[in-house]
T-cell receptor, first 109, second 117 residues
Framework: DAKTTQPPSMDCAEGRAANLPCNHSTISGNEYVYWYRQIHSQGPQYIIHGLKNNETNEMASLIITEDRKSSTLILPHATLRDTAVYYCIVSNWGNQFYFGTGTSLTVIP | GAVVSQHPSRVICKSGTSVKIECRSLDFQATTMFWYRQFPKQSLMLMATSNEGSKATYEQGVEKDKFLINHASLTLSTLTVTSAHPEDSSFYIC?????????????FGPGTRLLVL
C-alpha cells in the first residue's frame, strides 16, 4: 500500500512556482522519497528523489523536512506542459513502488 | 535519464487469445523490472516484480498463470496476458531499475494500451 498522502488537485498560474506537498509520516530511516509525474496516457516520468537532504536538478527542487515526515516538490516556473498528475513515493532502494492517488496539477495560462 | 521502451504501444485482440508485451531497457542493463496496470482515472497498480534469470514475484491478487512474465536477458522482460478477457483491457506499464552512478531510480516505459473485444 502507498505510504504517502497528497492533495488530489492543485492549480498554479503559468510562470509561478508550483509547490506540491506530500505527507509521509510513517517513512522509515532508509526509505527514499521519489517524485514522478504522469501526463495523460503516458508512462510516469522521473523527476527527482532524495533521502534527507534537499535536492535540486534541472526539473525541480525537493525539500524534505528535518523529521522526514513530509516533503515538497517545487517546480520553479510552471509552464502549461507541467500539467500532469504528480506522484510522491517512498521506498527503500531495491524495493517496489506503490503508487498513491497523486496530485493532479493544472497550470493555468 | 534512461530510456525504457515498450512494444506494442497499443493492441486490440479477441477474447480468449494471448497477448505479449515487451519491455526493453535501451541504454542500461536492468536485473529487475516491474509491471504495472492502470485503469482509467486510477493510479498505477503494481502487478509483479520481474527478476532476470529467476521467477517473477507477483503481488497479492494477481494471477501468475494468467500474467506470465519472462525476464530472459538484462534488457528485456515480457508480459503475456493469457486467455485475455474484456476485463483485462487496461494500460500496462513497465519500469526498469537503474543502479548506475551509485544511485537507484526506476524508469518507466511509455505504456501499452490493451483492448480485449
Amino acid at each position: 500500500d502507498a505510504k504517502t498522502t497528497q492533495p488530489p488537485s492543485m492549480d498554479c498560474a503559468e510562470g509561478r512556482a508550483a509547490n506540491l506537498p506530500c505527507n509521509h509520516s510513517t517513512i522509515s530511516g532508509n526509505e527514499y522519497v521519489y517524485w514522478y509525474r504522469q501526463i495523460h496516457s503516458q508512462g510516469p516520468q522521473y523527476i527527482i528523489h532524495g533521502l534527507k537532504n534537499n535536492e535540486t536538478n534541472e526539473m525541480a527542487s525537493l525539500i524534505i523536512t528535518e523529521d522526514r515526515k513530509s516533503s515538497t516538490l517545487i517546480l520553479p516556473h510552471a509552464t502549461l506542459r507541467d500539467t500532469a498528475v504528480y506522484y510522491c513515493i517512498v521506498s527503500n532502494w531495491g524495493n517496489q513502488f506503490y503508487f498513491g492517488t497523486g496530485t493532479s496539477l493544472t497550470v493555468i495560462p | 535519464g534512461a530510456v525504457v521502451s515498450q512494444h506494442p504501444s497499443r493492441v486490440i485482440c479477441k477474447s480468449g487469445t494471448s497477448v505479449k508485451i515487451e519491455c526493453r531497457s535501451l541504454d542500461f542493463q536492468a536485473t529487475t523490472m516491474f509491471w504495472y496496470r492502470q485503469f482509467p482515472k486510477q493510479s498505477l497498480m503494481l502487478m509483479a516484480t520481474s527478476n532476470e534469470g529467476s521467477k517473477a514475484t507477483y503481488e497479492q491478487g494477481v494471477e501468475k498463470d494468467k500474467f506470465l512474465i519472462n525476464h530472459a536477458s538484462l534488457t528485456l522482460s515480457t508480459l503475456t496476458v493469457t486467455s485475455a478477457h474484456p476485463e483485462d483491457s487496461s494500460f500496462y506499464i513497465c519500469s526498469a531499475r537503474d543502479r548506475r552512478g551509485g544511485s537507484e531510480t526506476q524508469y518507466f516505459g511509455p505504456g501499452t494500451r490493451l483492448l480485449v473485444l
